[in-house]
């Protein structure tokens, strides 16, 4: 997959500069942060990694950040399907603890996650062939991506406003750090409690479900990350 992603961005002019909203920012900083976690907590430990339809044989060059600038260009999604879509990968790890997200696997997890979250939550999307060619990956792999991922998170795909409101605050958090703190210092929420198979801790998922609904933009904006 790593060959099949910088060829990718090889083949293609170089993008102009794309302002991303701070939703998918956020989400791309985190992401990072998380993958160079479980990249540093397995190599003091010998640990190999774990091969998975997800893994790729050696790391992708392109940052995440690259990565995801691409997908919001070309995949017209909306911003809250970046919020379902981080809300289904930590669903993905807490249902898969021996497969956490590092830069082997990440680059997968996030185009399959942003599938399938666009189509349980936009009305209109692109099909696989079009996220495959957007993800630098073939047709028949964006489509064993899509059914291993739903069976990764069981096919739960509902999300509550209060699991929802509880993500976006996460990630607003992510957006606060990046201005307020450099980047040079060390992360702080995610190393006080982090655990490399959950990216949030939730208590409460007992509200209303979000689905295909107005509601779910609004709570984006109203709470200032897009």
């Not at 911003?79 to 930590?90: E, G, K, T």
């Not at 957007?134 to 964006?142: A, H, K, L, P, S």
């Not at 899509?146 to 607003?172: A, I, M």
Request: aromatic share 12%.
């Amino acid at each position: 997959m790593a060959h099949q992603i910088q060829k990718m961005y090889h083949d293609q002019e170089p993008m102009a500069e794309i302002i991303m909203p701070n939703v998918i920012t956020a989400m791309a900083s985190l992401l990072q942060r998380v993958s160079e976690m479980n990249d540093d907590l397995s190599r003091p430990f010998g640990e190999q990694q774990r091969i998975s339809a997800f893994s790729a044989l050696t790391k992708p060059s392109i940052s995440i950040r690259s990565y995801m600038e691409r997908i919001f260009k070309y995949a017209n999604c909306s911003d809250s399907c970046y919020v379902v879509a981080y809300i289904y990968l930590d669903r993905f790890i807490q249902k898969q603890p021996f497969l956490p997200i590092d830069s082997y696997n990440v680059h997968r997890l996030i185009i399959s996650s942003v599938l399938v979250s666009a189509k349980f939550m936009d009305d209109l999307c692109y099909n696989n062939a079009y996220y495959a060619k957007n993800g630098g990956i073939t047709t028949e792999e964006m489509n064993l991506l899509e059914l291993d991922f739903l069976f990764g998170v069981g096919f739960k795909l509902n999300v509550t406003c209060s699991t929802y409101y509880d993500y976006c605050s996460s990630l607003q958090r992510e957006t606060v750090m990046r201005t307020v703190y450099s980047p040079d210092l060390e992360p702080s929420f995610l190393l006080t409690s982090f655990d490399k198979n959950r990216l949030m801790h939730l208590y409460d998922e007992d509200s209303q479900s979000i689905h295909r609904n107005s509601q779910v933009t609004t709570a984006v904006c109203y709470i200032r990350i897009s």
